[in-house]
């Protein structure tokens, strides 16, 4: 918020809401990619379900693999671009010099390995 002279003064509150955000954001892109697994193999549970009926039918459940994946995709995106506004978010902050407090480098390294995490799925169920 604007003091009299118009600079920006941020509080602790702000940085403890700006990480909780990002946190939310964390937690977000891990449902997503969860989801999106689930998804993927969504398609698999059907095919075996499919051989144990006695009427053979042919169904192709190659849609789930790629929406599954579509959503691994959109979680690792959600997750390095979470870490990216936060970090500029804390450096903004700590720019008005009214407070100044270090990122979370835990929380943002842990939202990158999340990423890697995705992608290695997402590799994974497109090669498998």
Do not use: C
Request: without cysteine; proline residues 2%; positive net charge.
């Amino acid at each position: 918020m604007p003091d009299s002279a118009g600079v920006e003064s941020f509080h602790l509150s702000d940085h403890l809401a700006a990480e909780r955000t990002f946190l939310a954001w964390i937690r977000t892109g891990v449902a997503l990619m969860g989801l999106g697994f689930v998804v993927a193999r969504f398609g698999l549970f059907l095919q075996e379900f499919q051989s144990i009926r006695p009427v053979r039918t042919v169904h192709s459940y190659g849609l789930s693999l790629w929406f599954g994946t579509a959503l691994i995709v959109v979680g690792v995106v959600v997750d390095v671009y979470s870490s990216l506004r936060y970090s500029r978010l804390i450096g903004h902050i700590n720019a008005s010099g009214s407070i100044t407090r270090k990122r979370s480098f835990t929380a943002i390294a842990i939202a990158l390995f999340l990423a890697l995490v995705g992608i290695a799925m997402a590799v994974y169920l497109v090669l498998v």
